[in-house]
């Protein structure tokens, strides 16, 4: 029993552990581009915190810098001379005479420019980690191909056929089966023009995803777009899922599923469809470990799904994922440029995703903070240093992104009283811009709480009704 706890305590360890690292690298970065360039433009930064609230441990550098690390580490900010907040709220004194080195006298593109900084640093460091992870272990090639086409589905009704190598979608040029996944589950319920490549004849097809409501073991509801094409892949399983049916039965990385219930399995997607109806059914899997076949005994969960037409039903899983093709080594170039690739796709992807939920195209309980952030990066540990990398570039990519919004208190909000103030060649008064930033607390706070509330109520479901 003690042995079963330490390891618990090491196991949850790692995971508070992988979750301050996540947050820890998109913080600094962030706020490591706002210091930088307030350097280079002569602006005199008094504090650099990482975290909120009581000080954990601080130290003061040559130029008068207080680096301070904090008890939440929720965040960060930096903050310069002539700042009466965290938030880089001005003030009242006029410009000319505030003292040398107040970021509020500097002309108003050096302060743009200072704020700006912050989210391109998030940028920039995301497509370096992509770059990074890239050139160490290699790229997934695997191409664009259909292998099948689900009768009934959109892809068939559209046209397109097995065989069909698919070049570009709604002119984003397809490079791998990837890009095709990614595009089309992101945008249930909006036509699509599809590009293919048939025999050396290009046919473009519109086609709109079927909506596909599927809830992931941690609660979360995903509105999934599905056109019913399939890449084949074997039935050898990459990864087991800790703590999942397959791992308590005993299924392991590199076995070959032969058969289920008898039944013979050819590719990967039999298991899914063999297992998806069978959830809580005992079902006799057979496979080929390194040559001796084995039958194994497994029992699906279940996970809440909708089909297409909106009626509920339950999702087998028993949670292993297919051992895709061997990631392909690239040039650094080529890693740069896949990593600058990957960070412009998770931008797109995140604004697609905002307008879809305000459109109400996209379910909003999907939105979710600081616990569900720290569910996901738990998840993530688990499986390595690659995905956890990748994990930290997406969110950094998205951190960016969201504090670029137009709303005062955040770097967008900054600079949308810049470009104001540029346009009217004179800053709005103190009066607007206290204003403004009360609004932008109201609606931060609204953002705060809504996200933490819908935190809650998954993990309050979740305990009543099991799961995750």
């Given at each position: 029993?003690?042995?079963?706890?330490?390891?618990?305590?090491?196991?949850?360890?790692?995971?508070?552990?992988?979750?301050?690292?996540?947050?820890?690298?998109?913080?600094?970065?962030?706020?490591?581009?706002?210091?930088?360039?307030?350097?280079?433009?002569?602006?005199t930064v008094t504090t650099f915190s990482i975290g909120?609230?009581?000080?954990?441990?601080?130290?003061?550098?040559?130029?008068?810098?207080?680096?301070?690390?904090?008890?939440?580490?929720?965040?960060?900010?930096?903050?310069?001379?002539?700042?009466?907040?965290?938030?880089?709220?001005?003030?009242?004194?006029?410009?000319?005479?505030?003292?040398?080195?107040?970021?509020?006298?500097?002309?108003?593109?050096?302060?743009?420019?200072?704020?700006?900084?912050?989210?391109?640093?998030?940028?920039?460091?995301?497509?370096?980690?992509?770059?990074?992870?890239?050139?160490?272990?290699?790229?997934?090639?695997?191409?664009?191909?259909?292998?099948?086409?689900?009768?009934?589905?959109?892809?068939?009704?559209?046209?397109?056929?097995?065989?069909?190598?698919?070049?570009?979608?709604?002119?984003?040029?397809?490079?791998?089966?990837?890009?095709?996944?990614?595009?089309?589950?992101?945008?249930?319920?909006?036509?699509?023009?599809?590009?293919?490549?048939?025999?050396?004849?290009?046919?473009?097809?519109p086609v709109t995803p079927a909506v596909r409501d599927?809830?992931?073991?941690?609660?979360?509801?995903?509105?999934?777009?599905?056109?019913?094409?399939?890449?084949?892949?074997?039935?050898?399983?990459?990864?087991?899922?800790?703590?999942?049916?397959?791992?308590?039965?005993?299924?392991?990385?590199?076995?070959?599923?032969?058969?289920?219930?008898?039944?013979?399995?050819?590719?990967?997607?039999?298991?899914?469809?063999?297992?998806?109806?069978?959830?809580?059914?005992?079902?006799?899997?057979?496979?080929?470990?390194?040559?001796?076949?084995?039958?194994?005994?497994?029992?699906?969960?279940?996970?809440?799904?909708?089909?297409?037409?909106?009626?509920?039903?339950?999702?087998?899983?028993i949670g292993v994922s297919p051992d895709r093709p061997?990631?392909?080594?690239?040039?650094?170039?080529?890693?740069?440029?896949?990593?600058?690739?990957?960070?412009?796709?998770?931008?797109?992807?995140?604004?697609?995703?905002?307008?879809?939920?305000?459109?109400?195209?996209?379910?909003?309980?999907?939105?979710?903070?600081?616990?569900?952030?720290?569910?996901?990066?738990?998840?993530?540990?688990?499986?390595?240093?690659?995905?956890?990398?990748?994990?930290?570039?997406?969110?950094?990519?998205?951190?960016?992104?969201?504090?670029?919004?137009?709303?005062?208190?955040?770097?967008?909000?900054?600079?949308?009283?810049?470009?104001?103030?540029?346009?009217?060649?004179?800053?709005?008064?103190?009066?607007?811009?206290?204003?403004?930033?009360?609004?932008?607390?109201?609606?931060?706070?609204?953002?705060?709480?809504?996200?933490?509330?819908?935190?809650?109520?998954?993990?309050?479901?979740?305990?009543?009704?099991?799961?995750?």
């Amino acid at each position: 029993m003690i042995e079963g706890l330490i390891s618990q305590a090491f196991t949850w360890g790692l995971y508070v552990l992988g979750f301050l690292f996540v947050l820890g690298v998109v913080v600094f970065f962030h706020e490591l581009g706002h210091f930088l360039v307030a350097r280079w433009c002569g602006v005199t930064v008094t504090t650099f915190s990482i975290g909120f609230g009581r000080e954990l441990g601080a130290f003061v550098d040559r130029h008068g810098t207080r680096w301070r690390v904090a008890a939440i580490p929720l965040g960060g900010y930096v903050k310069f001379l002539d700042d009466t907040n965290a938030a880089s709220q001005p003030s009242a004194t006029a410009p000319e005479n505030l003292p040398p080195g107040s970021f509020h006298g500097k002309p108003v593109w050096q302060r743009a420019l200072v704020v700006a900084a912050g989210p391109v640093a998030n940028f920039l460091v995301a497509a370096l980690i992509y770059t990074a992870v890239n050139a160490t272990y290699g790229v997934s090639m695997i191409t664009a191909r259909v292998d099948e086409v689900v009768a009934g589905m959109p892809a068939e009704k559209a046209g397109i056929k097995a065989g069909d190598i698919i070049t570009d979608i709604d002119g984003w040029s397809i490079e791998t089966f990837d890009d095709v996944v990614r595009i089309v589950t992101a945008s249930s319920g909006r036509t699509l023009n599809i590009t293919v490549d048939r025999a050396g004849e290009v046919h473009t097809f519109p086609v709109t995803p079927a909506v596909r409501d599927q809830e992931s073991d941690l609660g979360v509801t995903l509105r999934l777009g599905d056109i019913g094409i399939n890449r084949v892949l074997p039935a050898r399983i990459g990864t087991v899922v800790p703590d999942s049916p397959a791992e308590k039965a005993g299924i392991e990385s590199g076995d070959v599923i032969t058969a289920i219930d008898g039944a013979p399995v050819t590719s990967f997607e039999d298991v899914i469809n063999m297992v998806g109806p069978a959830a809580g059914r005992t079902l006799a899997i057979t496979v080929d470990r390194a040559g001796t076949a084995r039958t194994i005994e497994v029992v699906p969960g279940a996970v809440d799904g909708k089909k297409p037409d909106g009626t509920p039903y339950k999702q087998g899983r028993i949670g292993v994922s297919p051992d895709r093709p061997a990631p392909v080594a690239v040039s650094l170039p080529e890693a740069l440029r896949l990593g600058v690739r990957e960070t412009y796709a998770n931008i797109v992807q995140t604004i697609t995703g905002i307008w879809d939920i305000l459109a109400q195209r996209q379910s909003a309980d999907q939105v979710g903070g600081p616990i569900l952030m720290a569910e996901v990066t738990a998840r993530v540990v688990e499986l390595g240093w690659e995905p956890l990398l990748r994990w930290t570039a997406l969110i950094s990519a998205n951190i960016g992104l969201l504090n670029l919004l137009p709303i005062p208190l955040l770097d967008g909000g900054h600079l949308v009283f810049y470009a104001v103030e540029a346009i009217r060649r004179r800053p709005l008064s103190q009066r607007v811009q206290e204003i403004g930033f009360q609004i932008g607390i109201a609606v931060v706070l609204m953002l705060v709480v809504f996200v933490n509330l819908n935190d809650l109520m998954r993990l309050g479901k979740r305990w009543l009704f099991g799961g995750g």
